[in-house]
């Protein structure tokens, strides 16, 4: 499986995946220091990306 990664996940990376995501492309994944952060952007974003771990998550 391929996987499609973000470091950094503001709002150019979230409307990226966002449609991605609605084309049927899975894997995606992301890291950023804010992603558990209540912004508009982090909390739209669960259906379509998975969170890697780290210590600021």
Do not use: W
């Not at 150019?12 to 995501?21: E, I, T, V």
């Not at 992301?30 to 669960?46: C, G």
Request: no cysteine; glycine share 16%.
């Amino acid at each position: 499986m391929k996987r499609l990664g973000f470091v950094g996940f503001g709002e150019a990376a979230f409307h990226m995946a966002k449609g991605l995501g609605g084309e049927g492309v899975s894997g995606i994944v992301a890291y950023d220091a804010a992603l558990d952060a209540d912004l508009p952007y982090n909390l739209d974003s669960r259906p379509f990306i998975t969170r890697l771990p780290g210590k600021s998550l």
